[in-house]
């Protein structure tokens, strides 16, 4: 049975009680996590299984699994706890859904463009286009245009496509629906104010880096 996602019923849990199912070196497996794992340009949440640092989460098929240091002594049925960087966290869902809305627009105002890449770090967002132009003309728009969804402090519905399969999306009624396994806030207002930045990272490419003021 794979892990039971917790971070996407409760994005803003922080601690949780369950159990190791499996032991594999330095590798475990747990019963329910809210410890999520680098997917979707997203980076992984930083926290410890029963004090031990995770030093990697990976996600494998529908499974997580973490690596903790060698010599971590945890065994298959030991009741652990899981603690998650929660301020890291919160500013991994608030820059993820600010780089969303600026997908979104920049998708209307530049019809057919095509995303080559994205990340979502601590510090930053980032997203890469396949443009010829600079993107930065669009900077003073997209910054208005996210204020105002940010003022309007619109509830960010989440849940799954498909259940199964565990594909998710979000959805921003009148604004925007979009196929997403990430962590997000409730609420647009939490975003709070931003700033864009163009990279030039070569010909035909364009990055929008985006930061939380």
């Known amino acids: 049975m794979a892990t039971d996602k917790l971070f996407w019923k409760d994005a ?16 475990v497996r747990l019963a329910e996590t809210i ?3 680098f997917s979707g340009g997203q980076e992984s949440d930083h926290g410890s299984i029963a004090g ?10 529908l499974d997580i699994r973490y690596r903790l240091d060698p ?10 706890e899981v603690l998650i960087d929660w301020p890291r966290r919160y500013r991994l869902m608030r820059l ?13 105002k530049v019809p057919g463009i095509q995303r080559i ?6 510090d930053k967002a980032r997203i890469d286009f396949a443009l010829d132009t600079s993107i930065a003309s669009l900077f003073e728009g997209l910054q208005a245009e996210v204020g105002e969804l940010v003022r ?3 509830p960010i519905r989440c849940d799954f496509s498909d259940e199964a399969a565990q594909r998710r999306f979000w959805q921003v009624e009148g604004f925007a629906e979009m196929a ?12 709070g104010a931003l700033r864009l930045k163009r990279r030039n990272t070569g010909k035909g490419k364009e990055r929008v880096e985006i930061h939380l003021a």
């Open 12 to 27: 803003y849990r922080s601690r949780l009680e369950t159990r190791v199912v499996a032991v594999e070196d330095d590798w």
């Open 35 to 37: 410890f999520f794992a």
């Open 52 to 61: 031990r640092p995770v030093r990697e989460a990976c996600k494998e098929g």
């Open 71 to 80: 010599g971590h002594g945890l065994l298959a049925g030991d009741a652990v």
């Open 96 to 108: 993820h859904f600010a780089a969303e809305m600026v997908l979104q627009l920049v998708y209307r």
């Open 117 to 122: 890449g994205a990340h979502i770090g601590e």
């Open 152 to 154: 309007a402090d619109l």
């Open 180 to 191: 997403c396994g990430g962590t997000h806030p409730r609420r647009t207002g939490e975003i």
